[in-house]
């Protein structure tokens, strides 16, 4: 049952206490917030809303436009509470919904904006509808809501096709009746505890719709969709016809992801969202084949913005990044959509711990590096995405240049990949691992009682506490890069970049009055100085009209 606020639900003029800037979201910074690892408040050694709530100004100080949340609903949390077993609710562990409700409120208050995740590829097995699925038995309705199916083989011992689950191993389970024999199956891309929704059947359209105008009454301002590019499978589920599946995402369409009937569920979405004030976005996470397949999730009647996955994938290299720069405001500026900018998630190796490794390791590795070459790749990388036209993700702790735990022992590790064989590779807790707000103390800040994954010793020198203040800090950085950008006219928002003459391996581009150099080499480059430094991610020279720009440095010009 979902818990109801004892207090009317913040109504939607709500999001009149935050600055109604036309079109806000086409130059946004938007800070993901990973609920159970940022900030907790009651000392269970696990973050929550109220922690979330608390440390808002530090974000609105930061200079952050919009807060992302992963997910708070109620959930067994199998996956993280990627597993929803109740959307209308918020996980006790996390709090309640009046804590969510002061939250949208507070954020508001402070100019900030609140992003929610949503999750409509597949709900928990511990939802009403799959429990009742489960109770009522093969040809029930509730079934229909589901992907149930007979199993092949002459007692229906095989999975129904041989799609594999992105977490490993079949993606089909099957179930037990209630009279005990072996039953039909049911089809879940992740875990088995995340059984995926039949979006042909009417009655899942009619519960989203309706679980949208729920949080959107009470206020926040846009859902990140989780597995935008899923729901809709193919017709009759077919075959794929070959092993090893996970190696052909992101090069093919699938016939279980970006199919294209996805898109008329997000037209509908759209008529809901524009019916309410204060500009409302939807973020699609959606991987694709390419770009220019994601730039038909933000045409003009669907979504906002779709996070850009390939450059999240790019090297450190200045070729590699001018290719997908260009393929990327080349395939938004038909549909009139933003580029998105990400180089970290909750899902991936922080990026500065992948610069810190040779390339081509992917973006789930378990290699430290080399740190000190991390950190200096991860702040011009940092620099580069914030000049770039467009919208920009953070994510959380990597203002601190925080890297990835990549040595946490084997018995704490929770990410249900990790257990299951030739999935993903199971890593994801090492980005997961809760921030550092103090030098000392308790989880260094995070909580009065420990927390839920342990903190590497020294986490405390990188620390919100040890880095404010500190010239020439990762978080100062990040304070000033905003700052800059926001008071700088020729960034943020636009749908292009002239490139300029450079040396190999440095990329150099001009945007009205602004110069950004990133030299991605080994070795220092000589640049003209275009002008009067804004911001350099590392210590620059100059003399006589020229620069020195040291390797894996960013340097912002303005020549106005």
Same mark, same amino acid.
């Given at each position: 049952m979902s818990q109801q606020p004892s207090a009317a639900p913040a109504p939607t003029s709500a999001v009149a206490t935050v600055s109604e800037r036309h079109d806000w979201w086409r130059d946004a910074v938007i800070y993901q917030v990973y609920p159970r690892s940022f900030a907790d408040s009651n000392g269970d050694g696990m973050g929550d809303l109220e922690g979330?709530?608390? %440390?808002?100004?530090?974000?609105?100080?930061?200079?952050?436009?919009?807060?992302?949340?992963?997910?708070?609903?109620?959930?067994?949390?199998?996956?993280?509470?990627?597993?929803?077993? #109740?959307?209308?609710?918020?996980?006790?562990?996390?709090?309640?919904?009046?804590?969510a409700d002061a939250l949208i409120r507070d954020a508001h208050a402070l100019g900030l904006r609140i992003i929610v995740d949503l999750v409509p590829n597949h709900s928990s097995d511990q939802y009403e509808w799959? %429990? %009742?699925?489960?109770?009522?038995?093969?040809?029930?309705?509730?079934? #229909?809501?589901?992907?149930?199916?007979?199993?092949?083989?002459?007692?229906?011992?095989?999975?129904?096709?041989?799609?594999?689950?992105?977490?490993?191993?079949?993606?089909?389970?099957?179930?037990?009746?209630?009279?005990?024999?072996?039953?039909?199956?049911?089809?879940?891309?992740? @875990?088995?505890?995340?059984?995926?929704?039949?979006?042909?059947?009417?009655?899942?359209?009619?519960?989203?719709?309706?679980?949208?105008?729920?949080?959107?009454?009470?206020?926040?301002?846009?859902?990140?969709?989780?597995? @935008?590019h899923g729901m809709v499978k193919a017709e009759g589920l077919p075959d794929l016809g070959?092993?090893?599946?996970?190696?052909?995402?992101?090069? #093919?369409?699938?016939?279980?992801?970006?199919?294209?009937?996805?898109?008329?569920?997000?037209?509908?979405?759209?008529?809901?969202?524009?019916?309410?004030?204060?500009?409302?976005?939807?973020?699609?996470?959606?991987?694709?084949?390419?770009?220019?397949?994601?730039?038909?999730?933000?045409?003009?009647?669907?979504?906002?913005?779709?996070?850009?996955?390939?450059?999240?994938?790019?090297?450190?290299? @200045?070729?590699?990044l001018r290719t997908v720069i260009d393929r990327t405001l080349d395939a938004m500026r038909p549909v009139g959509a933003p580029a998105t900018w990400v180089l970290s998630n909750h899902d991936v190796t922080r990026h500065a711990t992948r610069f810190a490794n040779p390339a081509g390791l992917?973006?789930?590795?378990?290699?430290?590096?080399?740190?000190?070459?991390?950190?200096?790749?991860?702040?011009? @990388?940092t620099l580069l995405m914030l000049a770039l036209p467009g919208s920009a993700y953070v994510y959380q702790g990597e203002e601190l240049g925080l890297p990835d735990v990549v040595d946490l022992p084997d018995e704490v590790r929770q990410d249900p990949a990790y257990f299951r064989g030739a999935g993903q590779d199971g890593f994801r807790d090492g980005c997961r691992v809760p921030i550092p707000w103090t030098r000392e103390g308790s989880s260094y800040g995070f909580g009065d009682g420990g927390s839920w994954l342990p903190q590497p010793a020294g986490w405390g020198e990188l620390s919100v506490e040890a880095q404010t203040g500190e010239p020439g800090s990762t978080l100062e950085l990040y304070r000033e890069a905003l700052a800059v950008r926001r008071a700088t006219a020729d960034l943020g928002a636009g749908d292009a970049v002239e490139w300029l003459r450079a040396p190999e391996g440095v990329?150099?581009?001009? %945007?009205?009055?602004?110069?950004?150099?990133?030299?991605?080499?080994?070795?220092?480059?000589?640049?003209?100085?275009?002008?009067?430094?804004?911001l350099a991610s590392g210590e620059i020279t100059e003399a006589a009209g020229e620069a020195k720009v040291p390797s894996d440095t960013t340097v912002w010009w303005t020549r106005a």
């Open positions: 979330v709530r608390t %440390r808002l100004p530090y974000l609105r100080d930061l200079g952050v436009d919009a807060v992302w949340l992963s997910p708070f609903y109620a959930s067994p949390q199998a996956d993280a509470g990627y597993d929803v077993a #109740d959307y209308r609710a918020v996980d006790p562990m996390f709090g309640t919904l009046l804590d799959f %429990r %009742r699925a489960l109770a009522e038995g093969p040809g029930s309705p509730s079934r #229909d809501r589901y992907h149930f199916r007979p199993g092949k083989g002459k007692n229906g011992e095989l999975p129904p096709n041989d799609w594999e689950s992105i977490f490993g191993g079949p993606a089909w389970t099957r179930v037990t009746e209630q009279d005990g024999t072996p039953g039909e199956w049911y089809l879940h891309l992740f @875990a088995p505890e995340q059984p995926d929704f039949n979006w042909e059947h009417p009655a899942v359209g009619d519960e989203f719709r309706s679980i949208l105008r729920f949080w959107l009454d009470m206020g926040v301002d846009g859902f990140r969709i989780d597995v @935008a070959s092993h090893e599946q996970l190696k052909l995402l992101g090069n #093919d369409v699938m016939p279980f992801f970006d199919q294209d009937g996805v898109h008329a569920i997000y037209r509908q979405w759209r008529l809901i969202l524009d019916e309410y004030s204060g500009e409302r976005i939807f973020v699609a996470e959606a991987w694709t084949p390419t770009v220019e397949r994601t730039a038909k999730y933000v045409r003009p009647d669907e979504l906002h913005q779709a996070f850009n996955f390939q450059y999240l994938g790019t090297h450190w290299d @200045a070729e590699e992917g973006t789930q590795i378990r290699l430290a590096g080399d740190r000190a070459l991390g950190l200096r790749r991860a702040r011009a @990388a990329v150099a581009f001009r %945007r009205g009055e602004f110069v950004c150099v990133a030299n991605t080499t080994g070795e220092s480059v000589a640049m003209p100085a275009y002008g009067r430094v804004l």
